[in-house]
């Protein structure tokens, strides 16, 4: 990614900046397109529910992360509902504050509230079930999101999951300079998992977005 963001200092700072200009609404977590937060967190749990459960192999439900949470949507539509315990990380202290309330009585069962960016994020060590990734990998350059997910991969429980689901580009490397970011391509986000040791046990495009928008693909990682 290095024709993309020869200065690191200002990719990251750049979307730092564009994100504490955005509105804590669900609305502003999904760049306007508020309206299709219920298919997302419908096409999600379907996806993460496969994993879940009693036995050899399955993903327990203890404690999940939620990565670039924003507001907590995730938390609160998806994750809450199936964990015990829910962490929250996020760049923008201001999302992180209003998840405190969007959340309502669920807080209670949110364990930490992790002001920080990804690339320089490290979970701790045999905590989570999941660590789920949405629409935040692009904020991160090849080797951060390499090594953010060798970061992740210590922190899983045995049996434990990470998933990722972000935009894909239809080919090659797709910068945005509005919000600091980059959108890849499949094969590309793919090589990078291989990089950071990890394998692609299952994976799905959500279905039912808006044909404007890029491709959604859901991946769950081991």
Known sequence: MGDVSED?????????????DVPPTVDGMLGGYGSISSIDISGSRAFLRKFLGDGEG?????RALDCGAGIGRISKRLLLPLFRTVDLVDVTQDFLDKARTFLGGDAERVGNYYCCGLQEFVPEPDRYDVIWIQWVIGHLTDDHLVAFLRRCQKGLRPAGLIVIKDNVSYEG??????????CRDLDIVRRLVGRAGLRVVHEEQQLNFPKEIYQVHTLALR
């Open 58 to 62: 399955k993903t327990g439900t203890g």
């Open 8 to 20: 690191k200092s200002s990719f990251y700072s750049n979307a730092e900046d564009y994100w504490k």
């Open 173 to 182: 490397v797709v910068p945005d300079d509005v919000d600091s970011s980059v």
